[in-house]
């Protein structure tokens, strides 16, 4: 996708909101850096629950946060069960882990005044600017989104930089398969044999009623009918290896991507004929 | 309405196309200037039918039109039926006549380059700073929309001003009578005793299917029924008096307003007990 098509679409998705499409418009226009990746509504996953930010720098690692009147609805709450969802941080405060920082544009500080208002929005851009100055960035090139040599790089993949592949093939592949395409979403991992990939859905789907908690620290997966889940029980409790978890979700543009989510095991404590089988999260980093 | 609450709901309203809502949100904030009025998706009468300019800067008299693909569609058309027409001119280009000029973004010319269509778009920015600078403006105060003292300054009506009042007793009180509220829509003048006034419905409604043509020269009065239409048209087709027409219509964010449409006076050999009566045109200004 090129660098306008992107932005048309993202600039877009704040129409619901005529506040925080006014915000992310004008801090987008009076930027005017098309290289700085603007995302919007990103979701982000913290120990106290999902949160949503309005405006997502990832460059930056900055969230900004529009306090609009009627924030959050339904409507959001269900999307977001199939919707990318991002690390952010491991701690309670955002702004003091992994580097991630929040910024606020507090919209009632502002009366109707509509240059107050726009002073409001424009300290906040003076203020990226400043950042940028002082800690430049990477230029964003769409194209390269997918573009993983960062992880090899690193040595590890971790769930805090966020890894994400368009297809199964390109995730296993990454970790040493030689697929072309690949329809199955459990199987062995041929480099690393204490291994299985897995693809799962964490969204009701077909006979299966999974979930992802919202900490990401556990997976619920059980079907949605008595029998099943005893029989499924009974196959999947003696399972003792580890799981490379690539949930399946839909970016916030809808394209479908799998994220690294980290290496679960089955929870053999939690996990019972009744309530089905529920892996744990035993790391967040997957050592290459 | 304050300027702040109008220019989000302006904003907004471009949200179905994604080139639009661009445009018209980085001239917006790149021009920076909140007392110049900006109107989206404004519809304007010309001899060749009804046109619909993407932006307009009434205090400029500019229109800018976005060549967007998929241009135009039946929900659209379907809308105008009640909603605020503009008259811009009177002859068939609009950039010649009363002083409207107009500017087109053609999208094709960026590819789907940013930096190229961020030019297009800055370039426009630049040309409507010239025209300020060259020109100036009136500040404009939402405020203050309703403010008639320029017609009276001129002596008269001018639908080319494009004059639009709140409501029935705005319009007749201007013109001499001296009410509080009126739920009629058709009654004589007191202070212009060879006028009626008249502020009609111009769409289908209740018993009728009434329309205003195009170009606003004619005005189709029918009831929806066949006796009913006979009936209508014997009381009506010797009535010679003038009528000061103000149709009623929803400006572009909602709100009910009557515009003045010049004066009608019946126009008996177009008008027939099979079609109903038609009434035409005789004057774009009423002498105040």
Redesign the interface.
Known sequence: M????Y???Q??RT?RK??E??VV??IF??L?L?DLQFVTQQLVRRPTGIALTDLYLPQLKLHIEIDEPHHGNQTEADEKRTEDIIEATKKLDIVEAKGHRIERIRISD?G????K??ELIDNLVDEIKKIIEANGYEPWFPEQEFDFSKFLKNGKLSVYENPRFRTIADAVNFLGQNVRGMQRAFFRSKKYPDYNFWFPKLYPNGGWDNKLQEDGELIFERPNNETHIRNHYRAIINDDTKRIVFPRFTDNLGAVIYRFMGIYIVDKERSSETEGIIYRRVSSDFNL
């Not at 090129?2 to 098509?5: A, E, F, I, K, S």
């Not at 109707?112 to 240059?115: E, L, Q, R, T």
């Open positions: 090129d660098v306008l098509t932005n048309l679409n600039l877009r129409y005529r506040y499409n006014y418009t004008r226009h009076r005017n098309p502002a109707d005044d509509i240059n208002f726009n």
